[in-house]
């Protein structure tokens, strides 16, 4: 069992920049596999991005791919999500998940899920 709390939303400018952070507690952080995912209003969830249990593998949506950067911290129990040069169509709620199988997250079915943050991409 693994608890999820994301931080780090809020209200940035489109072109700005916003970190935000995932905190893990429970069984090992290292042995699950990452990933962000957001809804927008009156959308599905979707996914956004996954790492592997050691932070060697990562995948994005085509949506955010050369823009969004995940990474871990497995010292410190944190996965983050770097956002650059965000638009308004990147306006959701984010949710971080974890699974024991990398696979699992990469095809938007993790085991865990956190209560999410807002994100809000407006001038």
């Known amino acids: 069992q693994v608890q999820l709390v994301e931080s780090g939303g809020g209200l940035v400018q489109p072109g700005g920049s916003l970190r935000l952070s995932c905190a893990a507690s429970?069984?090992?952080?290292?042995?699950?596999?990452m990933g962000w995912f957001r809804q927008a209003p009156g959308k599905a969830r979707e996914f956004v991005a996954a790492?592997?249990?050691?932070?060697?593998?990562?995948y994005y949506a085509d949506s955010v791919k050369g823009r969004f950067t995940i990474s871990r911290d497995n010292a410190k129990n944190t996965m983050y999500l770097q956002m650059n040069s965000p638009n308004p169509e990147d306006t959701a709620v984010y949710y971080c998940?974890?699974?024991?199988?990398?696979?699992?997250?990469?095809?938007?079915?993790?085991?865990?899920w956190g209560q999410g943050t807002q994100v809000t991409v407006s001038s």
């Open positions: 998940a974890a699974s024991i199988s990398y696979a699992a997250v990469r095809a938007s079915q993790p085991h865990y």
């Open positions: 429970g069984r090992s952080f290292s042995s699950y596999a």
């Open positions: 790492i592997s249990q050691n932070g060697g593998s990562t």
